[in-house]
T-cell receptor, first 115, second 110 residues
Framework: DTAVSQTPKYLVTQMGNDKSIKCEQNLGHDTMYWYKQDSKKFLKIMFSYNNKELIINETVPNRFSPKSPDKAHLNLHINSLELGDSAVYFCASSLVHSGTYNEQFFGPGTRLTVL | GEDVEQSLFLSVREGDSSVINCTYTDSSSTYLYWYKQEPGAGLQLLTY?????DMKQDQRLTVLLNKKDKHLSLRIADTQTGDSAIYFC??????????FGSGTRLSIRP
């Protein structure tokens, strides 16, 4: 019954590899997000999709490519992993309406370690 | 650009009140939030306030908003060990994007 789930929870890989993180929400939300949280706990938005359409694309290297096959899923593919990509990646979802507070529901995070 | 700032650490004695402060730059922020992150978990919404309010109370939590100074605070009364966490201030502006602060790590002393 997890509302926002991510897989895997932990990911350890070598520099230069390509990896994917998956996210699914069963809340019926129309908007999904990827955030990166570094070792100092700073949280930065990377991407946001609304109804499968990319609406937020922050300054993120081209090596990061999000894909939203449907409203309930938002996956993150990372090419040519670098040491600086090590972080915890959080997926979140919300139902976006103007005039409401639009709570974001977060997944448990994926801890990525690049060696 | 939009920015949200918080102090990084706060230590309080169990039973005392905790006050976590936040300043922001986007004057068009419609909603302002406090999220809580416990160790090894994602963020959870604790409370929020609409920009036309200056105070909101919810049990042990009191949110104060000073729009003129762009200052938001969260007061936790009777702080308990279970309140140990990182608290993120966040604002929602005209772009419907939420900007998070750096988080304040609250630790509780016995």
């Amino acid at each position: 019954d997890t509302a926002v789930s991510q897989t895997p929870k932990y990911l350890v890989t070598q520099m230069g590899n390509d990896k994917s993180i998956k996210c699914e929400q069963n809340l019926g939300h129309d908007t999904m997000y990827w955030y990166k949280q570094d070792s100092k706990k700073f949280l930065k938005i990377m991407f946001s999709y609304n109804n499968k359409e990319l609406i937020i694309n922050e300054t993120v290297p081209n090596r990061f490519s999000p894909k939203s096959p449907d409203k309930a899923h938002l996956n993150l593919h990372i090419n040519s992993l670098e040491l600086g990509d090590s972080a915890v990646y959080f997926c979140a979802s919300s139902l976006v309406h103007s005039g409401t507070y639009n709570e974001q529901f977060f997944g448990p995070g994926t801890r990525l370690t690049v060696l | 650009g939009e920015d949200v700032e918080q102090s990084l650490f706060l230590s309080v004695r169990e039973g005392d009140s905790s006050v976590i402060n936040c300043t922001y730059t986007d004057s068009s922020s419609t909603y302002l939030y406090w999220y809580k992150q416990e160790p090894g978990a994602g963020l959870q919404l604790l409370t929020y306030i609409f920009s036309n309010m200056d105070m909101k109370q919810d049990q042990r939590l009191t949110v104060l908003l000073n729009k003129k100074d762009k200052h938001l605070s969260l007061r936790i009364a009777d702080t308990q060990t279970g309140d140990s966490a990182i608290y993120f201030c966040a604002t929602r502006g005209s772009a419907s994007k939420i900007i998070f602060g750096s988080g304040t790590r609250l630790s509780i002393r016995p």
